[in-house]
């Protein structure tokens, strides 16, 4: 998971790419970087650390040009700890272009061997974005038809690039002296959002993010989502083009994104991330009033922030006191996105604190978003006991995490996972848990699709159904033993 915008502007481009990277650093905490364009020249800055600390005023100023884009990285593949793996990526040849990636190629092997052997490319990182970026300049190269190149040679190359490479990606890529072009995977499963609005001149300016508060915030209008497969190409001119490049494209986004990863203020492939979050709690609480006794549930808690909407839901239906026991420390990022089991169990402690008088000889029926690895929920159960909370029931709005998720999320392997080859009983006796109660795989797709046309999802995470149809144990294998924890 990364964030990852685009922008075509009629002035300087670089402090809106800067402020939505701001709004985007919720995807993203590794690294960060801007890459700007005026005329054929690009103009580059990438860091590592969040977007705060890695531009100063002399970085913006040299990043001159009313063209381009901005990346923030939270590390699925490679090295996370590595300026040099941040983004954007570089490549001289054909034109010159910028690339940022948001999502994870799955075939990664085969490409590392067609790049040296065939397309005689060489990449410098373990990056698969410097990978894919290898591949648009390579299908580039040959579907150019002459010197200047046009949105059909664009949309032939993205065509080429669907056929080679497996995975999910939504990318956005500077074209030196030509303009921007912007493409997303032909099963939509990393999100991307196209907005307008006009500069006082009443022409367009355009741009392209993971998430739609990024436009609303710059003031654009939401136009629609890049579809699955899709390829849009923004001249120098500020003239737009788009074409579906894929023959066989289905949208079937990132279950995930909707039950933790996305802002609960953004709107993905038409549905809103906070209502789903809403939805999720209606039918967590049906699942809850199975399997638990209500009488001795004194209240219900969220664990901030991203299980708030599901948690005041599940208080509502089930007719308990909501309350808050738990305070956040606004200044230490998101656990689940930290680099390192070490790391985020320290984290968790610095994170959250809990407040003895809202536990003390209560019973405690805790909501969170989802159960991952248990670093933090086992941790928060036992901040709560110790608060004096004289039972804990800990529930989860997203399914139990069995499967490693291979499409941009840091779930890489299975024995890190509590749920896989657990059942929930020794889940819960393995976290300290008095209680323990999952949200149902149906009730969780019907709460995230309700009222929408997205019709199936990408939940690999919870089913083992790889809808890339590339994975198998073998791969599973394979990236176990060369993932780093």
């Known amino acids: 998971m990364c964030g990852i915008v685009g922008i075509f502007s009629r002035g300087i481009v670089n402090q809106q790419i800067y402020d939505s990277l701001l709004l985007l650093q919720h995807r993203g905490q590794d690294s960060t970087g801007i890459a700007t364009m005026d005329g054929n020249t690009f103009h580059l800055h990438k860091s590592k650390g969040q977007v705060k600390e890695a531009y100063r005023t002399r970085n913006m100023r040299s990043l001159i040009g009313n063209i381009g884009l901005g990346h923030v990285r939270y590390a699925t593949q490679g090295v996370a700890d590595s300026e040099e793996e941040a983004q954007p990526f570089y490549v001289n040849a054909p034109y010159g272009i910028i690339l940022v990636h948001n999502g994870n190629l799955t075939n990664t092997r085969e490409l590392e061997k067609q790049l040296f052997s065939i ?7 373990s990056s698969d974005t410097e990978m894919l970026l290898n591949v648009l300049a390579t299908e580039l190269q040959i579907h150019s038809t002459g010197k200047d190149l046009n949105p059909e040679d664009t949309f032939a190359a993205v065509s080429s690039v669907h056929k080679r490479i497996k995975g999910s990606y939504a990318a956005i890529a500077l074209l030196s002296g030509h303009g921007i072009l912007a493409f997303r995977d032909p099963f939509g499963i990393r999100p991307l959002v196209l907005g307008r609005r006009f500069a006082e001149d009443n022409s367009s300016e355009w741009i392209v993010a993971s998430e739609s508060l990024v436009l609303e915030n710059g003031d654009y209008e939401i136009v629609r989502d890049v579809a699955p497969g899709e390829a849009i190409f923004i001249s120098n001119s500020g003239e737009l083009f788009s074409r579906q490049c894929s023959l066989e494209s289905k949208l079937i986004p990132c279950a995930f994104e909707y039950v933790y990863l996305a802002r609960p203020d953004s709107v993905m492939n038409g549905i809103s991330v906070y209502e789903a979050r809403l939805r999720m709690g209606d039918r967590l609480a049906e699942t809850i009033k199975r399997y638990r006794t209500l ?7 969220p664990i901030p922030d991203s299980s708030r909407p599901a948690a005041m839901q599940v208080a509502r239906q089930l007719g308990i006191e909501y309350r808050e026991g738990f ?3 606004r200044y230490v990022g998101r656990t689940f996105i930290m680099p390192g089991q070490s790391q985020r169990k320290k984290s968790v402690r610095q994170k959250l604190n809990a407040m003895g008088t809202e536990f003390k000889n209560k019973n405690i029926l805790i909501v969170d978003d989802s159960v991952v690895r248990g670093t933090t929920s086992k941790q928060i159960v036992q901040m709560a006991k110790f608060a004096g909370a004289n039972n804990v029931t800990f529930t989860s709005a997203a399914p139990p995490v069995r499967f ?4 941009g999320i840091n779930m890489p392997t299975r024995k890190e996972l509590i749920a896989h080859d657990r059942t929930i009983p020794e889940i819960a006796k393995e976290l300290l848990i008095d209680n323990m109660v999952y949200q149902e795989v149906a009730d969780l797709k019907d709460a995230i699709i309700e009222g929408s046309n997205v019709k199936e999802l990408e939940m690999s995470c919870f089913t083992g159904n790889y809808i890339t149809g ?9 990236v176990e033993s060369n993932h780093v924890s």
Not at 295 to 301: L, P
Not at 404 to 407: K, L
Not at 470 to 478: A, H, K, M, V
């Open 119 to 125: 397309d005689r490319r060489h990449t410098n990182t």
């Open 327 to 329: 305070f956040k420390n």
């Open 470 to 478: 590339d994975i198998n144990s073998e791969y599973l294998d394979w």
């Open 404 to 407: 490693p998720h291979v499409y």
């Open 295 to 301: 009488g001795d549930i004194d209240v219900v808690m």
